[in-house]
């Protein structure tokens, strides 16, 4: 696990190993990127880097993180759902490297863990009004960040033109725009 926390030079030095890491991204595949390689890239030391990350997926694990903060912050307390579906594929089809790198590295479910926490706290003003139970809203929950993930996933693969309004509309379009908890 990576251990940043607050301070300004563990920050500092943990965004030039993101920095030398998506620049790594860019010309190799996740899989073939080693820690050196890393290290290089981002002119840190060796023990600065085992000081801040475990391994190379630790370090793509705090850029998740990163984009995750950035969508939270974007998102109101109160957020309609295709706001927050909208803005989660703004942000994620501008790191499509870095979500690339999450499949390959098998963190997928770090990934959905992460959208659930998410789109529950965001959208808890539906589970109040609606009054379901937790179990309920938990598995409503993780069934919504596993269909957005593989929905991000296709965006990215498959429909690479697709901007996050498209993508938000062909979801609306095949899904409904309401979520199915609501009764009419």
């Known amino acids: 696990m ?3 926390g607050n301070d300004k030079r563990r920050t500092k030095s ?3 190993i ?4 998506e620049q790594l991204m860019t010309i190799q595949d996740y899989n073939d990127i080693s820690v050196t390689q ?3 890239a981002s002119c840190v030391g060796r023990a600065t880097f085992y000081r801040l990350f475990d391994d190379k997926s630790d370090v793509v694990l705090y850029q998740m993180e990163s984009v995750f903060d950035e969508l939270i912050q974007r998102m109101g307390p109160h957020t309609d759902s295709n706001v ?7 942000l994620w089809l501008s790191q499509k490297e870095l979500f690339l790198s999450l499949v390959k590295a098998n963190l997928y479910g770090e990934f959905q ?7 529950g706290e965001k959208l808890k003003f539906i589970k109040e009004s609606v009054g379901l139970d937790d179990r309920n809203w938990k598995y409503f929950i993780h069934i ?13 693969t498959q429909f690479n033109e697709d901007s996050p309004l498209d993508i938000s509309n062909t979801l609306n379009d095949l899904f409904g725009k309401q979520p199915t908890i609501f009764k009419s």
């Open 2 to 4: 990576y251990r940043i």
């Open 113 to 119: 863990t992460r959208l659930s926490f998410v789109i």
């Open 18 to 21: 993101c920095k030398g890491m």
């Open 38 to 40: 890393i290290i290089n």
């Open 84 to 90: 927050a579906v909208k803005s989660l594929f703004e």
């Open 144 to 156: 919504r960040a596993a269909m957005l993930f593989t929905a991000l996933r296709v965006a990215i």
């Open 14 to 16: 943990a965004k030039l």
